[in-house]
């Protein structure tokens, strides 16, 4: 008998459907955690730097948040089990392929590019797929399951890819994913596909949506070599100007055309990419909001401790992973302890009690990033972060998708996994760049005012180093000093100039997200006092 007809797998085999689905869910949440903290074994492993693994980092991301909502109207075209299945396969050889780069273009193509379509086809498709093959009075419980999944993958990813990265190679992660992928496609037999709809797909908005998010990231992943408005030394200039700042109003432009457009499709009665109406609702809004602030602080604290732990102390993968587990343990035990002792908890409290976690836990960093800091400055910082990212993690999803009626909740979905990885992408662009910027300043500055450095040797830096100061560890930093024929007088001050700039660095990009999860909280008033669960108010009526 058949299992492609609605509701046989909700009743048979819904369990072993739903440990696909949350399979399918955690490889798409463990590429990120894993580059992470692999950040410096990666780059010298493909011979590039910090900054060419920041932007695959941030390509990576938002080329599933441009593609997400598109992703979504292709799966309601074709079907989403179809379009699931070829999202695994994209997956799969993008995979195999970032487990065979030798350089940082082959890794761009299979992890940035295959990758994120892969995950942009498999994400929304995860939705409808969870609605068709599990019956309702079990669905909330599964959805949760499948958040459950990318939330274990937050926490296993650091120390899988540290041990792996350690004790063998990175890229045995991506060559298992590829082993998963093809245990997950035998299992697709037996999913009931969800119902057919009907669905166009606007080609002019996706391209749109495309264009603009990418102009605006690409311009502030470039912002530490081009400058944000004055062209820098070396880098191009359009009309005397950076071309970062070209590529902000550029991309903001196309953005209002895709809201043209949108408008246009409804008023002739075709359908849009998604509708814009959905973006009066306020408290959608605020939940998108919040999810594009929770997943850009994260992002970048993500970027930046890492950096801490592998280059300035160090450490190995496994022991930067193994550092970051507070953290990770503490967003799960919040994001499953809240709802399960709080379930009518405001949810503006919680999410407001959140921040304020977050923004603690960034300053504690901010403040431990002195010469005498060691590994231990991060376990306090980790824990308050991780409590207060699961506590967002409790409550947002519950916001958005009560904000709008149940026949809604895949094309919120969508608007949520594009909030989400667009945060992520602007957060690594945005944090990377204010770090590398700082750090070049920070060492041009220091090394033309230290007098132990010969003064060729600061025209010949303040030349060849305008352009960006790669995050290099001071055993790097040595070796290619003295490979270079420096004085060990010359070499010793360059390092010491440079311990010192690394960690001003550190500090400005903490503080700068900090910021971020502060103006965050100008966003919590659109989150509802009241819980979706709660029982309404009693009548006091006379």
Same mark, same amino acid.
């Given at each position: 008998?058949?299992?492609?007809?609605?509701?046989?797998?909700?009743?048979? &085999?819904?369990? +072993?459907? #739903?440990?696909?689905?949350?399979?399918?869910? $955690?490889?798409?949440?463990?590429?990120?955690?894993?580059?992470?903290?692999?950040?410096?074994?990666?780059?010298?492993?493909?011979?590039?730097?910090?900054?060419?693994?920041?932007?695959?980092?941030?390509?990576?991301?938002?080329?599933?948040?441009?593609?997400?909502?598109? &992703? !979504?109207?292709?799966?309601?075209? *074709?079907?989403?089990?179809?379009?699931?299945?070829?999202?695994?396969?994209?997956?799969?050889?993008?995979?195999?392929?970032?487990?065979?780069?030798?350089?940082?273009?082959?890794?761009?193509?299979?992890?940035?590019?295959?990758?994120?379509?892969?995950?942009?086809?498999?994400?929304?498709?995860?939705?409808?797929?969870?609605?068709?093959?599990?019956?309702?009075?079990?669905?909330?419980?599964?959805? !949760?399951?499948?958040?459950?999944?990318?939330?274990?993958?937050?926490?296993?990813?650091?120390? *899988?890819?540290?041990?792996?990265?350690?004790?063998?190679?990175?890229?045995?992660?991506?060559?298992?994913?590829?082993?998963?992928?093809?245990?997950?496609? @035998?299992?697709?037999?037996?999913?009931?596909?969800?119902?057919?709809?009907?669905?166009?797909?606007?080609?002019?908005?996706?391209?749109?949506?495309?264009?603009?998010?990418?102009?605006?990231?690409?311009?502030?992943?470039?912002?530490?070599? %081009?400058?944000?408005?004055?062209?820098?030394?070396?880098?191009?200039?359009?009309?005397? @100007?950076?071309?970062?700042? %070209?590529?902000?109003?550029?991309?903001?432009?196309?953005?209002?055309?895709?809201?043209?457009?949108?408008?246009?499709?409804?008023?002739?009665?075709?359908?849009?990419?998604? /509708?814009? /109406?959905?973006?009066?609702?306020?408290? #959608?809004?605020?939940?998108?909001?919040? $999810?594009?602030?929770?997943?850009?602080?994260?992002?970048?604290?993500?970027?930046?401790?890492?950096?801490?732990?592998?280059?300035?102390?160090? +450490?190995?993968?496994?022991?930067?992973?193994?550092?970051?587990?507070?953290?990770?343990?503490?967003?799960?035990?919040?994001?499953?302890?809240?709802?399960? $002792?709080?379930?009518?908890?405001?949810?503006?409290?919680?999410?407001?009690?959140?921040?304020?976690?977050?923004?603690?836990?960034?300053?504690?960093?901010?403040?431990?990033?002195?010469?005498?800091?060691?590994?231990?400055?991060?376990?306090?910082?980790? +824990?308050?972060?991780?409590?207060?990212?699961?506590?967002?993690?409790?409550?947002?999803?519950?916001?958005?998708?009560?904000?709008?009626?149940?026949?809604?909740?895949?094309?919120?979905?969508?608007?949520?996994?594009?909030?989400?990885? #667009?945060?992520?992408? @602007?957060?690594?662009?945005?944090?990377?760049?204010? +770090?590398?910027?700082?750090?070049?300043?920070?060492?041009? /500055?220091?090394?033309?005012?230290?007098?132990?450095?010969?003064?060729?040797?600061?025209?010949?830096?303040?030349?060849?180093?305008?352009?960006?100061?790669?995050?290099?560890?001071?055993?790097?930093?040595? /070796?290619? @000093?003295?490979?270079?024929?420096?004085?060990?007088?010359?070499?010793?001050?360059?390092?010491?100039?440079?311990?010192?700039?690394? #960690?001003?660095?550190?500090?400005?990009? $903490?503080?700068?997200?900090?910021?971020?999860?502060?103006?965050?909280?100008?966003?919590?008033?659109?989150?509802?006092?009241?819980?979706?669960?709660?029982?309404?108010?009693?009548?006091?009526?006379?």
């Amino acid at each position: 008998m058949s299992n492609d007809r609605p509701g046989v797998a909700a009743s048979t &085999g819904s369990g +072993l459907v #739903l440990a696909v689905l949350c399979a399918g869910q $955690f490889l798409m949440t463990l590429d990120s955690s894993v580059m992470n903290v692999s950040m410096a074994t990666v780059a010298g492993d493909i011979g590039t730097t910090i900054t060419g693994i920041q932007t695959a980092i941030t390509l990576y991301t938002l080329v599933m948040a441009s593609l997400m909502i598109t &992703g !979504g109207k292709i799966g309601a075209i *074709l079907g989403r089990k179809r379009v699931f299945g070829l999202g695994l396969i994209v997956y799969g050889v993008g995979s195999f392929v970032t487990g065979l780069a030798p350089n940082l273009g082959i890794l761009l193509l299979g992890w940035s590019l295959l990758e994120g379509i892969g995950a942009a086809l498999i994400m929304p498709a995860i939705v409808s797929l969870v609605a068709a093959n599990v019956a309702a009075e079990r669905r909330a419980a599964a959805y !949760g399951l499948v958040a459950a999944a990318g939330a274990a993958a937050v926490a296993v990813g650091p120390l *899988l890819g540290g041990a792996v990265t350690t004790y063998a190679s990175w890229r045995l992660v991506f060559f298992g994913e590829v082993v998963v992928v093809a245990l997950i496609m @035998l299992m697709l037999r037996r999913m009931t596909d969800s119902p057919a709809e009907h669905a166009e797909l606007d080609l002019l908005g996706s391209a749109l949506s495309v264009g603009g998010l990418g102009m605006i990231v690409y311009g502030v992943l470039r912002s530490s070599e %081009w400058g944000w408005i004055q062209d820098r030394p070396g880098a191009p200039a359009v009309f005397g @100007l950076s071309p970062v700042i %070209w590529l902000l109003l550029g991309g903001l432009f196309v953005l209002y055309l895709l809201r043209e457009r949108l408008a246009a499709r409804v008023r002739a009665g075709r359908e849009p990419l998604f /509708d814009p /109406d959905l973006l009066r609702n306020q408290q #959608l809004t605020g939940g998108l909001g919040m $999810f594009f602030a929770q997943f850009c602080v994260q992002a970048g604290v993500f970027f930046a401790v890492p950096l801490f732990l592998s280059v300035v102390l160090q +450490l190995s993968a496994l022991g930067t992973g193994a550092r970051l587990l507070p953290l990770s343990v503490a967003l799960i035990a919040t994001a499953v302890l809240i709802p399960k $002792f709080g379930p009518r908890a405001s949810p503006r409290r919680v999410v407001r009690l959140g921040l304020l976690s977050i923004i603690a836990g960034i300053l504690l960093l901010a403040a431990g990033m002195d010469p005498g800091a060691d590994a231990r400055v991060v376990a306090v910082p980790m +824990l308050l972060m991780g409590a207060g990212l699961g506590a967002l993690a409790a409550q947002l999803g519950g916001v958005t998708i009560s904000a709008v009626p149940e026949s809604r909740s895949a094309e919120v979905g969508g608007l949520q996994n594009t909030a989400s990885y #667009l945060g992520a992408s @602007l957060g690594t662009a945005l944090i990377g760049s204010i +770090l590398i910027a700082t750090l070049t300043s920070s060492v041009i /500055d220091g090394i033309e005012n230290n007098p132990a450095v010969p003064a060729a040797v600061q025209e010949q830096a303040t030349t060849e180093l305008a352009g960006g100061v790669p995050f290099l560890s001071d055993t790097q930093l040595r /070796d290619a @000093l003295t490979e270079a024929g420096a004085q060990p007088s010359t070499v010793d001050a360059v390092v010491s100039v440079n311990s010192d700039a690394r #960690l001003n660095a550190l500090q400005s990009a $903490f503080a700068v997200t900090a910021l971020l999860a502060m103006a965050a909280l100008l966003i919590t008033r659109r989150i509802p006092a009241r819980s979706p669960t709660a029982p309404p108010e009693p009548d006091r009526s006379p």
